[in-house]
């Protein structure tokens, strides 16, 4: 029962009732129980969980007693002598609604089931951008903090932006130009070494992002010959230059190449527990020009408005391509002065560069001499990897689509987030993934749909941070793929929302409104390419906190290999904006047809303890 004020005077009293079990879960208790009587058998439940494609082998003696905790006060479950105890439909609704015992999506945490032996360049890999930041591009502190909470959710690409310190004699991890606050290296590298491998066995790639002075890079270069020594911990805590720090940080895990170039990339299973380095130019990220000083602020203004509440929505490819393909001579110009100088400041760099240094590199980066369209040629002797900005990648998309996925088949494309996201938000990542591009290098730090994207994405093959591309960005034969040609639906996808729970146990009886319960609906839609991207809704169900929607979607998919499920839950308000009350998104190739338990998370990721909804998964 909860009570309401009401213009300060009177009180409303709503009594807060759980919904019975839809009428779905009573005709598929129906037809598993014993001659559709009240109850229901160990082999009844059996024969239900083999028809929805799951394990047969579940130890059923364990399941039924977690579905008896379950119960609340629920009452126990029978028993008939001395078999497994019976369950009664309400016994299997609750079963049906934890998320625990009937996820939504086919493997968790941890269960590989990709192809791992092929080479880096075939699976999209969970990247970072400015790994060290704890906020926005321009102003928030720099802490190995944000290192470990990627790395634990399951980050591969850790990028680490190194500039000499104050005295111009050590290495600082900060974000150039800016006003953050530095972070030493050793503190990231030893982080890095601490939790690289807590969320997942595959191989972590270190970015450095190499904004050094020629003393400091040619002082870390001339100790690569002999880093292979060990010293102690004690020495580690010294100010050591940045090439000493990470072999010594690393040791035997720090993986490295016997050759000058690779012809092909090794795979993940073969690189499993070793980490990886790659370097590129020094200037990628951050063009201060005082030119354009003005429209960073304008758009980080812009951009802290759009980003209140929970996040403006994520534009679609088109929109992303039609922004920057607009003519605009200025950006031109700095695009092409940007390619310039990345060659020339490489070739710098690389002189240097100890011999020692460079054969420890594992993925070279690097921009040719050119226009971007040159920047995709491919060298059939050796594999590298390219560095676009999102807009970057755009322009290139709309007439270069097809040579986009070429280069990637072979080579690792990173994309990273334009000058002006300074509030540290994120761009539409299907822009990356529909060519192919493996490292889509998003800001962690923040919130918002684009991010919840990534989250979902990176659910699938056991949240391990690598998913296999599909077959079709390989091909070469009888076509490469093309982004922008027209597909026939491949798949449609049903989908039903029967009820939500679990806010009055996660959030107080007055959060969503003073004066009387909730008024929840959902949004439910497609995440993907243009033609399959598309956002639905309920109905709002008035003072509930168990609200039960009872409402079927149908979702037609030209690309279903790389689609997720998008799931949003608000409050609607009258007066105000609506409240936010939760999200998932889920990768459609792992979802479990069938009625299953989804559970939310709040905007920052992460999972609600209660809250979730009764869903319905169909293929067709």
């Not at 290139?396 to 097809?402: F, S």
């Amino acid at each position: 029962m909860g009570t309401y004020k009401c213009c300060l005077i009177f009180k409303r009293r709503f009594r807060w009732n759980d919904a019975p079990p839809p009428d779905d879960v009573r005709a598929l208790f129906a037809n598993h129980s014993a001659g559709g009587g009240p109850h229901m058998a160990a082999d009844g439940l059996r024969a239900y969980l083999q028809a929805t494609g799951q394990d047969g082998d579940v130890d059923m003696e364990r399941l039924v007693e977690q579905i008896r905790q379950l119960q609340g006060r629920g009452g126990r479950i029978p028993r008939v002598g001395r078999a497994l105890p019976l369950l009664t439909v309400d016994d299997f609704h609750r079963f049906l609604f934890s998320h625990e015992l009937n996820p939504p999506i086919r493997h968790g945490q941890g269960q590989v089931h990709h192809d791992m032996a092929a080479p880096l360049s075939h699976y999209f890999i969970y990247t970072g951008h400015n790994s060290y930041l704890t906020g926005n591009q321009l102003s928030s502190d720099c802490s190995d903090l944000p290192i470990t909470r990627a790395l634990q959710r399951g980050v591969r690409v850790i990028e680490l932006d190194m500039w000499p310190n104050s005295s111009k004699d050590d290495i600082s991890i900060l974000h150039g130009r800016t006003l953050t606050t530095p972070v030493s290296l050793l503190k990231c590298l030893l982080s890095i070494k601490q939790h690289a491998f807590e969320a997942s066995p595959y191989p972590v790639i270190i970015t450095l992002e190499d904004h050094l002075t020629p003393d400091l890079q040619d002082k870390a270069a001339k100790v690569w010959y002999n880093l292979l020594l060990s010293v102690s911990v004690s020495a580690l805590l010294a100010h050591l230059p940045m090439g000493q720090m990470v072999l010594e940080v690393f040791g035997d895990i720090l993986y490295y190449p016997d050759k000058d170039h690779l012809k092909e990339f090794p795979s993940p299973q073969d690189l499993k527990g070793r980490v990886l380095l790659s370097t590129k130019p020094p200037k990628e990220y951050l063009q201060a020009k005082d030119g354009n000083a003005a429209t960073i602020k304008e758009d980080a203004k812009a951009a802290a408005t759009d980003d209140a509440a929970w996040g403006k929505e994520v534009p679609d490819i088109h929109s992303e391509i039609h922004s920057a393909t607009k003519h605009d001579q200025r950006e031109d110009d700095d695009d092409t002065d940007e390619d310039e100088d990345d060659e020339e400041e490489e070739q710098k760099m690389q002189q240097h560069l100890a011999p020692q240094y460079k054969h420890l590199i594992t993925i070279k980066a690097g921009k040719p001499k050119g226009t971007l369209l040159d920047a995709l040629q491919s060298d059939p002797e050796k594999v590298r990897r390219l560095s676009l900005s999102e807009q970057q990648l755009a322009k290139l998309a709309d007439h270069h689509g097809t040579e986009i996925v070429r280069f990637t088949q072979r080579n690792l494309l990173r994309i990273y987030p334009k000058g002006t996201r300074v509030t540290s938000s994120n761009y539409n990542p299907f822009l990356g993934w529909v060519h192919g591009a493996q490292m889509v290098a998003f800001n962690m730090q923040g919130y918002g749909r684009a991010l919840w994207l990534m989250h979902g994405f990176y659910k699938a093959n056991g949240g391990c941070g690598y998913v296999k591309k599909p077959d079709f960005l390989m091909q070469i034969d009888p076509e490469v793929f093309d982004p922008k040609k027209s597909l026939s639906p491949k798949k449609t996808l049903k989908v039903k929302v029967y009820m939500g729970d679990g806010w009055r146990m996660d959030f107080t009886q007055t959060h969503f409104d003073q004066y009387s319960p909730p008024d929840f609906y959902a949004r439910v839609g497609i995440a993907g390419v243009p033609a399959d991207s598309v956002m639905k809704r309920t109905r709002a169900i008035e003072d509930n906190w168990v609200p039960v929607w009872e409402e079927d979607f149908t979702f037609k998919l030209t690309v279903p290999e790389i689609a997720l499920l998008r799931v949003e839950v608000h409050e609607y308000d009258m007066s105000e904006k609506d409240d936010f009350g939760g999200q998932t998104v889920l990768p459609v190739s792992e979802l479990i047809p069938g009625i299953r338990a989804v559970a939310l998370h709040d905007r920052k990721g992460i999972k609600l303890n209660n809250v979730k909804l009764l869903m319905r998964f169909e293929f067709e």
